[in-house]
């Protein structure tokens, strides 16, 4: 059994700091504590140096290695979300928002009459009658989502 290493750890969760040479606040060179390749950790710190030493915020931003669109970002999500909200996000849509109500009748009435399922035609379909790009797979999905209920 192989130990992770922390930043192989960090790599997995999406907290990995790309650009940790870049965290230039002494505190983090100084101490075993900070880590420059948590990015969690570094935006954390961030926010807490401007808030409470009263650094401005570009400031702020350039000490950690980071832009000021991060800073206020992280700004944002921390006073949204407290801490939880300095934790990666999964990326992109969260549910199969191109296959409407519309886009799934169509594809249902277009089905082989013994339900056979040509996802590629069902997906050129859809484009040439609706203008929506949709990935075969997706509708392969929807459909197998569909049947379990």
Do not use: C
């Not at 000490?63 to 999964?90: C, H, I, K, V």
């Not at 886009?103 to 069902?122: F, I, K, T």
């Amino acid at each position: 059994m192989t130990k992770e290493s922390k930043p192989d750890r960090l790599r997995q969760m999406g907290a990995l700091n790309p650009k940790p040479e870049g965290v230039r606040a002494p505190w983090f060179r100084e101490s075993g504590f900070f880590d420059p390749l948590d990015l969690v950790q570094v935006k954390y710190e961030m926010l807490r140096h401007a808030r409470e030493d009263g650094t401005n915020k570009a400031d702020a931003a350039a000490l950690f290695g980071l832009s000021r669109q991060t800073y206020y970002q992280a700004e944002a999500a921390f006073e949204r979300d407290g801490m939880s909200g300095l934790l990666p996000r999964t990326r992109g849509p969260k549910s199969a928002h191109k296959l409407t109500g519309e886009v799934m009748r169509l594809v249902e009435e277009h089905l082989d009459a013994n339900g056979q399922l040509q996802a590629r035609s069902l997906a050129d379909l859809v484009h040439a009658r609706l203008g929506i790009s949709v990935h075969p797979r997706s509708i392969e999905r929807a459909l197998a989502r569909k049947k379990k209920r």
